[in-house]
Each structure stands twice: as C-alpha cells, then as structure tokens.
C-alpha cells in the first residue's frame, strides 16, 4: 500500500531528479560532484575540516578562533551571526555586526568562511558576506528560504532536519537546486533517536554517509559537534564518520583564552586546540583515502 507523502530512497528518482544518480547516469555509481567554496574543494577524496565558534560572540573569540583553526590545518571558518535558539530569551547573535566580524576574521586568516542564514529576508544580507550560506537544522523543512538561497547561486551547506529522511534531506536539497544553484554539501549532524539526551545531544547517523553517497553525487560532511554535545566525544566521532566516508567534518572549537571570556553557546561541544590538531592530522593521514570512491552499496546503478 502506497500511503500519501511517504516517500522512501525508491522515490529518489522522482523526488529530487536533479540529484539522484539514477536520473543523472553521467554521474554514473560513483562519480562525486565537486563543490568549490572559494578556493576549498569538497567531494575530491580529501577531507574538508571546517572550524570555529557556534557562534560569532566579538572580535577578540573569533579571531582567536579563526587563528587557531588556520594554525591547526582546518580549510574554512565557521560562526553564527544569527543564532537559532531554542528558547527566543537566550543570545541571538550579533547580526550585522557578527557578520562583519567573521568575514574580517576569515580574511585576516585567509579562510573561507559558513555562516547561518535564518530568515528569507536575510538571505542577501548574508550571501554579502559569506562564501557559504549555511541551512541550519531547524530550517532544512524552510522551502522559501532554500529557494531564496537557490538563487543566489552562492556554495550552500545544507544541515540535515534533526528529524529528516533521506529523501525529505534529499528533496530539500532539490530545492536549492531547482533555481540552478548545484553548489550544495549535505552535512549530517546528529538525528533524534533514543539515545538523545540521555548520554548525547543527538544520535550521529553515520550509516547516513554511504547511503547518500549512493544516492546522490553531492558531497556529505558531518557536524560531529551538534551531533554529541559532548566535547570528549567529538574526536572519535569525527574518526568513524571518516571511516564511513564523508568528505569533510564540521566542528566547534574554544580556547582557554576564549572560554575566559565566557561564550554563550554550546560551551559544552566545543573542543580544544590540540584535540582539533589531532583530529585535522588524522583526516590528512588516513591510508585509504578514497579518492571520491563511492563504497557502494544497494544501488548498482
Ligand atoms: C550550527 O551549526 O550552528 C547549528 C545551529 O547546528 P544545527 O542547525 O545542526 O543545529
Ligand atoms: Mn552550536
């Protein structure tokens, strides 16, 4: 029984026929789209490390972090200037202002930087700043605003609905690409399953990666900070989700420096300089680097 607006990776083909391999054969079964941010090159086979604060809290925090992320080897900086929180009593970011700060901070470090785009009416706002527009969890189920940042043509990274299937991640990625705009990474950061909350913020679905790697020729990344909550469990996080293939992690850092200045936002995930250093020269240093291989699986193409 076919029951309405349920849609399985069967109905890939006709969800998002942008994105599917199945409907894109000179993608072939293991072809990978490169997505190029201003220099940075995701989905060649070389982990992509982005870094920085949850969110952009001053001058002296993130340029504090932008130099520490440049100093340990990550490619791109990360930060919100507009933060979506959970409750609207809590900080909601620097707005304009943060988004000045990251963008000097990216260049006085020479890294591209991501930064979340909230609202439609934004969306030129940011693109002004960014080099990547970030969909954030909470708004991959946003079809105004993916279509908004559709047209900018600007490289987006698109986070995965904290509830979302393949197909409703997929299909939202459709959307970006149905206004011409293909430059889109895919970024897994952790779904609502039974252990959320009780020893992890999030359950990381790392079966996720092969899967969409399968299924789409998009690259894939993974956000192993929102995906644990828990600073002690990013690293070896970010090791399995390169063991399961994805092209690049996402993760937030402090310092002691910082963490003396008393940040706002998910103080508890965010990890130290070494422990970024260590995970950096463990993505660059991996054997089997696989070259943008799909290892695939099911789809035989
Ligand atoms: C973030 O990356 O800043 C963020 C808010 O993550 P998510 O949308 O995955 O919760
Ligand atoms: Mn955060």
């Known amino acids: 029984m076919k029951i309405a607006g349920k849609f399985t990776t069967d109905d890939l083909p ?32 070389l982990p992509v490390v982005i870094a920085g604060p949850c969110a952009v809290e001053g001058w002296e925090q993130t340029i504090e972090l932008a130099r520490i992320a440049k100093a340990s080897g990550a490619d791109m900086l990360r930060g919100a200037a507009f933060v979506p929180q959970t409750s609207p009593h809590r900080f909601q970011g620097l707005g304009l202002e943060g988004l000045k700060i990251l963008r000097a901070a990216g260049n006085e470090t020479s890294l591209p930087v991501v930064t979340e785009v909230i609202d439609v009416r934004l969306v030129e706002l940011v693109a002004q700043y960014a080099d990547m527009l970030q969909i954030g969890s909470r708004n991959m189920h946003n079809y105004p605003l993916l279509v908004e940042v559709g047209r900018t043509q600007k490289p987006v990274l698109l986070k995965r609905g904290m509830s979302a299937t393949l197909c409703e991640w997929l299909g939202a990625a459709e959307y970006i690409a149905k206004e011409g705009n293909l430059e889109i990474v895919l970024c897994e950061r952790g779904i609502r399953a039974y252990p959320g909350g009780e020893y992890s913020r999030f359950a990381l679905d790392l079966n996720v990666i092969p899967a969409a790697r399968a299924e789409t020729f998009l690259p894939v990344i993974v956000d192993p900070s929102h995906a644990t909550g828990v600073a002690a469990m990013v690293e070896q996080a970010s090791r399995g989700a390169l063991g399961f293939g994805c092209d690049g992690l996402m993760i937030e850092i402090t310092s002691n420096r910082v963490d003396a200045l008393r940040p706002q936002c ?11 250093r260590r995970i950096i020269r463990f993505a660059n240093s991996r054997e089997e680097q696989d070259a943008g291989k799909v290892h695939v699986f099911g789809w035989a193409g």
């Open 14 to 45: 006709q969800v998002c026929p942008l994105l599917s391999r199945k409907t894109n054969p000179r993608y072939g079964s293991d072809h990978r789209r490169v997505v190029e941010v201003a220099g940075v090159r995701f989905g060649t086979g």
């Open 266 to 276: 998910d103080a508890d995930q965010a990890v130290d300089p070494a422990t970024l």
